[in-house]
């Protein structure tokens, strides 16, 4: 069975790269989302895995993450941040959150469908 990903990130490039990558190369089908609401509306539609950007106008990743693991339809689907915010001490917050991992912006779209089934443990 094909995994079902959604990706939550207010760049549309960046979502047109995912997409691209994890359809293709990877067979898994994904859905996207511009802002932090509309990753909430399709979260409830149980995806297995969630990418979410850590910094996007309106409602950031943190506040999506913290309303998808309050929500009991949502709170056990995976997520793994997307960010550009690796310093010793984003990561030291990081590891407190409960999330899948984080994968580095700019990331190697060679390298991704591996970095994203890891995390998940695909």
Do not use: H, N, Y
Not at 26 to 48: C, F, H, I, M, N
Not at 66 to 80: G, H, N, R
């Amino acid at each position: 069975m094909s995994k079902r990903v959604l990706i939550v990130d207010d760049e549309a490039p960046i979502q047109e790269v995912i997409q691209g990558c994890l359809e293709e190369l990877a067979g898994w089908e994904v859905w996207t989302a511009s802002s932090g609401l509309e990753g909430l509306e399709l979260a409830s539609d149980q995806p297995d895995g969630i990418l979410l950007d850590v910094s996007m106008a309106g409602m950031d990743g943190f506040e999506v993450l913290q309303a998808l693991k309050a929500d009991p339809k949502t709170q056990t689907i995976p997520v793994v941040l997307l960010t550009a915010r690796v310093q010793a001490s984003d990561l030291a917050q990081f590891a407190k959150l409960p999330i899948a991992g984080v994968i580095q912006k700019p990331f190697d779209p060679v390298l991704l469908i591996d970095q994203v089934a890891e995390a998940f443990g695909w």
